[in-house]
């Protein structure tokens, strides 16, 4: 496998070039310039707030230093909170080529669309591409489990699992989540834990999130989840957990946390604190936003029911667990895991045949969601305070 070496020695599998809006009021303004490079690797992102917020700040830092960007140009509308000087400076820090456009100086929106596509090329030119080697073990892969029905929890997920078993042979870094999901896990996940403290960190963050939903009065059980035939948010759970596979936990990482070395990281995304800003954030495409800012390269993607999306920055595998949905949506799908349910297939072979997709993908081959240009994103108001000593155990 080849790789973009970065400034800080990472690598990234793809060369995408970031158009950041920081308001909502700047959004159109972003979105015009990145539809005028009519460019693949030109990707829009941003956050819609016009208060700041500290982890959207801290996501936003980490993005612009992704290893898969390479340049990122800021758009501004001139009186928002967020604080634009700290996030170029970030981008910068990274060694990415980085701009900023503020609407209101430039001279509204067609000046600023204009300049916008002028300055994305002239960064594009400033990227330093210099492919190397890629190993497995430089590879930070993340998973997640949308449109969840009863087959999820026994073909794909699985499946899933034992590919992240083999990426961590190879000493790759892998990340699952999320907390919501695994209320009634977190005893086994515990007794995974490298060590005992990590355990109890473990169980107090599932803790967390089943307080969180029972405040809110809603969870992550969504009415097409039980059409889809699970029965109970028990089932749910243990479906979700089944992604992470067999090895030890690492870690415990919060949102945009970059795992310290490689290993298996239970990511946390509940908000810490009373509960705030609307309705807990159990969005799929939230949660891919958040592993991304945590390193990720690509994500694993299980669906029963089927899902199309994809996101920015990172490219997406979709693997479908029902056979009935892939026949109906083999477009969007990468890897059909209802072989497993037909007996076509076993968890092993899939698993391994995910495995072999991974390297694919990081080598540069597109995956379906990349091809038919979904580059979604979502970033929105979040409290978390730092992780605790017990969270990331010091390896002797």
């Known amino acids: 496998m080849k790789g973009y070496l970065r400034p800080d020695g990472r690598k990234g599998i793809r060369n995408i070039t970031l158009v950041c809006y920081l308001v909502e009021c700047a959004h159109h303004v972003a979105r015009k310039i990145v539809d005028g490079c009519n460019d693949t690797d030109v990707h829009l992102i941003g956050f819609p707030g016009c208060y700041p917020n500290d982890y959207a700040l801290k996501q936003m830092q980490q993005l612009v230093g992704h290893p898969n960007v ?3 140009l ?15 400076t970030a981008a910068q820090q990274a060694g990415r080529p980085a701009d900023i456009i503020v ?6 929106t067609i000046k600023s669309i204009e300049a916008g596509i002028q300055k994305v090329k ?30 999820s929890g026994i073909t794909a997920n699985p499946a899933v699992g034992r590919c992240f078993d083999l990426l961590l ?32 960190e473990i169980e107090k963050a599932v803790h967390k999130a089943e307080q969180y939903y029972r405040t809110m009065g809603f969870g992550s059980f969504a009415p097409g989840n039980a059409e889809g035939g699970l029965t109970t948010q028990e089932e749910k759970s243990m479906g ?12 415990l990482i919060k949102p945009g946390d970059i795992p310290p070395s490689g290993g298996l990281y239970l990511m946390d995304v509940v908000p810490d604190g009373e509960p705030r ?9 939230a949660e891919i936003v958040e592993m991304i800012a945590s ?44 072989k497993i349910l037909q007996g076509e297939a076993s968890i092993e072979q899939v698993g391994e045949e995910i495995f072999a997709l991974v390297k694919q993908v990081a080598s540069g081959k597109l995956s379906c969601s990349e091809a038919y240009g979904h580059q979604e994103f979502i970033l929105t108001y979040k409290q978390f305070e730092p992780i605790g000593p017990g969270c990331l155990p010091i390896r002797a």
């Open 122 to 151: 002239s960064l594009q030119q400033q990227i330093p591409v210099q492919q190397v080697g890629l190993d497995v073990s430089e590879l930070v892969i993340g998973t997640i489990c949308g449109g969840s029905d009863g087959t």
């Open 169 to 200: 042979e190879h000493q790759a870094t892998c990340i699952f989540e999320e907390t919501g999901e695994l209320i009634g896990c977190e005893q086994i996940m515990a007794e995974r834990a490298v060590t005992a403290e990590l355990g109890q």
């Open 74 to 88: 800021l758009l501004s509308l001139g009186c928002e909170g967020f604080n634009r000087e700290a996030l170029f």
């Open 70 to 72: 390479g340049a990122v």
């Open 103 to 108: 609407i209101q100086k430039t001279g509204g």
């Open 240 to 251: 979700a957990y089944s992604k992470s596979g067999n090895s030890q936990i690492s870690g």
């Open 295 to 338: 390193g990720a390269h690509l994500l694993l993607f299980t669906t029963g029911r089927g899902s199309v999306v994809g996101s920015a920055i990172s490219p997406v595998i979709k693997i479908c667990a029902n056979p009935e949905t892939y026949q109906n949506m083999a477009d969007d799908m990468d890897i059909n895991a209802g």
């Open 277 to 285: 800003f609307g309705f807990p954030n159990i969005s799929d495409n």
